[in-house]
T-cell receptor, first 112, second 112 residues
C-alpha cells in the first residue's frame, strides 16, 4: 500500500518568515495530494490540494508543489502569522485505493 | 450547517467493555471514513465506506466493526476494549475520491 513520509516533525519560524513542509510518497499511482491543518482539539481541515496533472497551485499565502518523477510534494506558507500555528498533515490517494494515506504531521509554531 | 457530528466527545472504558462511536453527516456524502490518531502520529484509516451497505477495511481494522445502513450514519463498534485502543477517533465524509474530506470534532477514548 501507499506510504507517506513527512518532514520535519516540528518547525518553528519567526512571524513573517516562510515555512516549508515536505512529503514523499511511495505509490506511483497516487494522483491526489491534499494538505490538512489541525488546530488544537479540532478535526483536520483541508487548506489546499493538488492533482497529479498540475505542478504547482497557489491560494494567497499558501502554495503546494508536486514533483511526480521524484514522488514528493511540498507545502509553502509565506508571511507566516501566529494563527498559522497548528499541525499540518499531507496525504496521498489513488483512485484505485479509494482512501487517503496521511503523513505523520508537522507541528508548526509561528513565534511573534 | 452541522457537517459531521461525532458522539460522544469523551469516553472512558474498562478493558473488555464494548461501545459504539456514533458518526452522522448531513451533506449527503457517499464516502465516509473512520480514522484513529495516536499522539504524535498521523491518521490511520480503520474502516471506510463508499455508500450505504458497502464497507471495507482500512489499515488498522482489528478490534473494530462498522455498518452503513444509511447514507447519513456510519457507527464504529468496539467489541472488547483494549488499552491499545486508547486514541482519538475521527470520522470524516467526502463527496468523492478527490474531494475535500470533512472531519468531525473527534472522540477521545481512554481504555483503562
Amino acid at each position: 500500500g501507499e506510504n507517506v513520509e513527512q518532514h520535519p516533525s516540528t518547525l518553528s519560524v519567526q512571524e513573517g518568515d516562510s515555512a516549508v513542509i515536505k512529503c514523499t510518497y511511495s505509490d506511483s499511482a497516487s494522483n491526489y495530494f491534499p494538505w490538512y491543518k489541525q488546530e488544537l482539539g479540532k478535526g483536520p481541515q483541508l487548506i489546499i490540494d493538488i492533482r497529479s496533472n498540475v505542478g504547482e497551485k497557489k491560494d494567497q499565502r499558501i502554495a503546494v508543489t508536486l514533483n511526480k518523477t521524484a514522488k514528493h510534494f511540498s507545502l509553502h506558507i509565506t508571511e507566516t502569522q501566529p494563527e498559522d500555528s497548528a499541525v499540518y498533515f499531507c496525504a496521498a490517494s489513488s483512485g484505485s485505493a479509494r482512501q487517503l494515506t496521511f503523513g505523520s504531521g508537522t507541528q508548526l509554531t509561528v513565534l511573534p | 450547517n452541522a457537517g459531521v457530528t461525532q458522539t460522544p466527545k469523551f469516553r472512558i472504558l474498562k478493558i473488555g467493555q464494548s461501545m459504539t462511536l456514533q458518526c452522522a453527516q448531513d451533506m449527503n456524502h457517499n464516502y465516509m471514513y473512520w480514522y484513529r490518531q495516536d499522539p504524535g502520529m498521523g491518521l490511520k484509516l480503520i474502516y471506510y465506506s463508499v455508500g450505504a451497505g458497502i464497507t471495507d477495511k482500512g489499515e488498522v481494522p482489528n478490534g473494530y466493526n462498522v455498518s452503513r445502513s444509511t447514507t447519513e450514519d456510519f457507527p464504529l463498534r468496539l467489541e472488547l476494549a483494549a488499552p491499545s485502543q486508547t486514541s482519538v477517533y475521527f470520522c470524516a465524509s467526502s463527496s468523492g475520491l478527490f474531494a475535500e474530506a470533512f472531519f468531525g470534532q473527534g472522540t477521545r477514548l481512554t481504555v483503562v
